[in-house]
């Protein structure tokens, strides 16, 4: 696997499923909002997370000289490792393909509040309440087994805080929008697995 597959991986969760969504629906599936409440603030703090993992992949991929300066842990920095890395990154781009296409045209990055979706639980949806996000960090993790350095770990440390307030939001959000029907689904199905 070359460093050029990690930006195809990124290419092809966000951006091609954006893409398609939203030539399907005429919905734009960025949904953050540029408000100062909770959701806002978290939609940015996304983008900066987007905007590091791009700058990290695509100066490992074609400035390798500069690695470097993203303080690298070169003891980690081994074959073996690289292969669990690229593992979980195929298992996630699995994972989040799969559950964003049993999400449908519900799937959104952030909470929709003006384009209604039926509540999703069927697929993986039917094992975790949050199978994208549980793709996510297996990516993260596959990231930083690829490039271990105090950049992806930052991006390790703040997606998870990040991804876990997100998903206190959208649940809040789903028991409002969907009332006992979400609420019987949340005590049947876990929030990870």
Same mark, same amino acid.
């Given at each position: 696997m070359t460093p050029y597959n990690l /930006? /195809?991986?990124?290419l092809l969760v966000f951006v091609v499923r954006s893409v398609l %969504?939203? &030539?399907k629906t005429g /919905?734009?599936? %960025?949904?953050?909002n540029k408000t100062d409440d909770a959701h806002g603030f978290n939609g940015k703090i996304f983008t900066i997370i987007s905007i590091l993992e791009l700058l990290i992949v695509g100066l490992y991929a074609f400035k390798n000289e500069w690695y470097e300066y993203l303080l690298p842990f070169w003891y980690l920095e081994n074959e073996t490792l690289q292969k669990i890395g690229w593992g979980f990154l195929i298992v996630s781009l699995i994972l989040v393909w799969i559950a964003q296409t049993h999400m449908a045209n519900s799937w959104r990055i952030g909470i929709d509040e003006e384009n209604k979706a039926k509540l999703v639980t069927n697929g993986m949806f039917s094992i975790s309440r949050n199978p994208i996000f549980l793709g996510i960090m297996v990516a993260n993790i596959g990231l930083f087994l690829i490039i271990p350095n105090?950049?992806?770990l930052l991006i390790i440390s703040l997606s998870t805080i990040s991804i876990n307030t997100q998903i206190r939001l959208e649940e809040e959000f789903l028991k409002r929008e969907f009332? &006992?029907?979400y609420e019987d689904y949340a005590n049947k199905v876990r929030r990870w697995i």
């Open positions: /930006i /195809i991986y990124f %969504l939203w &030539k /919905i734009n599936p %960025l949904t953050f105090a950049f992806t009332g &006992k029907d």
